[in-house]
């Protein structure tokens, strides 16, 4: 489960960054959860870029992995 605040790897596009917030979507009447994050992997960025997928389409890694990178 990740929580407000963990660091989250997007499967995909392989952004970093931190959770931020919740939501949802609904796709032919199911509820399929979201999160919300704060990418910090761009550094050629210079504003601040939200990214929100389904909940499965992240990967939670440690504040450690963070730092290395």
């Known amino acids: 489960m990740l929580n407000i605040g963990d660091y989250a790897l997007h499967k995909a596009t392989g952004k970093l960054g931190q959770v931020v917030a919740y939501g949802h979507e ?10 919300k994050v704060e990418v910090v992997s761009d550094t ?6 939200f990214l929100e997928d389904l909940y499965n389409k992240w990967e939670p890694i440690q504040k450690e992995q963070h730092s290395n990178n």
């Open 26 to 35: 609904i796709l032919d009447s199911v509820y399929l959860p979201t999160i």
């Open 44 to 49: 050629e960025i210079d504003e601040r870029t």
